[in-house]
Structure formats: C-alpha cells, structure tokens
C-alpha cells in the first residue's frame, strides 16, 4: 500500500536564496514516513500500544547484531540511562532512522505544494526500506530499525504484526543508502555541545539536526545533490560531539566524547 501526501513550503523552510533548505526537505520526507505509518497502523503511538499490550513477547537482538542495525547505547550506558533519563524511562517502541539517502534535482521555492509518495518495499529481520518521490524536485530511500524506548536497544521486526499488508515489491527509485566511511584527513573540525532544541521526541538528537550541522561548514549548494547519511550511535541532550569534514568529497563524521562515530554523511553535488 502505498500513500500521498502534500506539504506546502513555507518561509521557514527558505534559506537565504528564497528555495528551501536541504534539511527542510530531509524534514517533509521524514514527516511523510511518519504519517504513512500512521496510515498503515505501524506509527509511533501503534507501536508503543503493541509493545505494552505485548510485553515480554517482542524478541530483542543479539548484542552482537545490534551495531550491524545501529549504534544505540553500549548495554552499560543503555542500563544507566534507563534509570537516569527522563526520556529512557518511556514503555513501548519507536521507529529511528539507520541509513537514509536523499537526491534533488531542484529545490522548490516558498508557496510551492511538495507531494510526497510512499512506499515499504521490505522488511528485514534488522531493518525496513521506505521510498519516496519527492514532488518534482526528488527521490529518498530511508531505512528504519525499532527500539525498545526503555532499553534503547533494537527490536526484531519479525515479531511485528501486519507488516506484509504495508509492503509494495517496487524497485527503489535511487540507489539504497551507501556506507560512508570515517574522515580521518578533515580540514575543518569543530565541536557542537548537544542543546535542548536538538532533542526529538525519541529523546536523541533529531536526525536532520546532524544534516544542518554538516551543511553550515560546506559552500552554498546550488544545483543537484546526493546526501547519504549512516546513523550510528544514539547522541543525547548535553554530550560533546566532533565534527569533522573533508572536503573532495564533501564527507563528515560525528564522533562523542569517546571517538565513537554517532553520524557520518556524504555529499555529492551532481552539477546543474
């Protein structure tokens, strides 16, 4: 089953040549997932009533399959959380994005209506793959793992209910995410402390948070461009982040306190 939905850009969504922002797109495409979800009864609030109303029956995974999904907190900092933070003392399951990647060919200006189509077109034991088209300006493919709110770790999406009813066997229109490796040779490196306007509703930082950091070091973007992003760690309200960047390509690492890779992106700018 796949579904449509309109999004009219606003000045908030602008930057300072009148189009909108690549992290305001990265937002609508990310709103329009959540509101398929909602659509096909596997969005947040389904989520967190299926795994309270079946507690102890959603199978966890393996530690050692855990950082192949993503790098939610080590089991020592992820059991110290669940007792100190707020945000880890929440009960059921949330959707977090793992790898995403993101092409436009144009930006839309103010006032334009961006619709957005969607579709699952697999689940694995570790992940789902979402796609979108994005109006006329653009193509997405996000991959999405679960996780237990209390623990922080991921859940197996085999033990979900009524994920085959969502599924469309369709091609996705770009290429999957692509893996993106460490910058070791930056030319610029900065520091950002983790601020309370950063934090979603998961209690981490919000995905497109990292994406905005990453396009304030690099020059204006005009033409096409190809974002891929690998979220690897979890980063939480107060924590010291580095960014490096190095340019030719245009890649960036986020990295904590203690020199784990939390995000890490490439940008490709295709030309006009």
Request: hydrophobic content about 40%; some cysteine.
């Amino acid at each position: 089953m796949a579904g449509t939905y309109s999004y009219r850009i606003a000045s908030r969504d602008l930057d300072s040549t009148g189009r909108a922002r690549l992290c305001a797109l990265g937002e609508l495409v990310l709103e329009a997932a959540g509101d398929d979800a909602d659509t096909l009864g596997l969005g947040v609030g389904d989520l967190q009533k299926m795994f309270v109303d079946r507690t102890g029956q959603m199978q966890g995974l393996r530690s050692d399959e855990q950082g192949s999904v993503l790098g939610v907190r080590d089991r020592a900092k992820s059991e110290r959380n669940a007792a100190d933070d707020p945000f880890c003392r929440q009960t059921g399951a949330s959707w977090v994005l793992s790898r995403m990647a993101m092409e436009f060919s144009r930006l839309p200006e103010r006032g334009e209506t961006v619709d957005i189509y969607t579709w699952v077109s697999d689940y694995g034991r570790l992940v789902t793959t979402r796609n979108m088209v994005v109006g006329n300006c653009g193509h997405a493919v996000t991959q999405w793992a679960m996780i237990d709110l209390a623990t922080r770790r991921p859940l197996d999406l085999s033990s979900l209910e009524n994920k085959g009813a969502s599924l469309i066997n369709r091609t996705p229109p770009i290429d999957r995410p692509r893996k993106v490796a460490a910058v070791d040779d930056e030319i610029v490196q900065t520091t950002h402390t983790v601020v309370y306007s950063d934090i979603d509703f998961n209690g981490h930082v919000n995905s497109m948070k990292y994406l905005e950091w990453m396009v304030d070091l690099m020059p204006a973007i005009a033409g096409r461009v190809r974002i891929d992003l690998n979220y690897l760690h979890e980063a939480v309200l107060g924590e010291e982040l580095t960014i490096r960047y190095g340019r030719n390509p245009h890649t960036f690492d986020i990295r904590n306190a203690e020199g784990a890779g939390v995000c890490r992106a490439a940008v490709e700018l295709l030309g006009q």
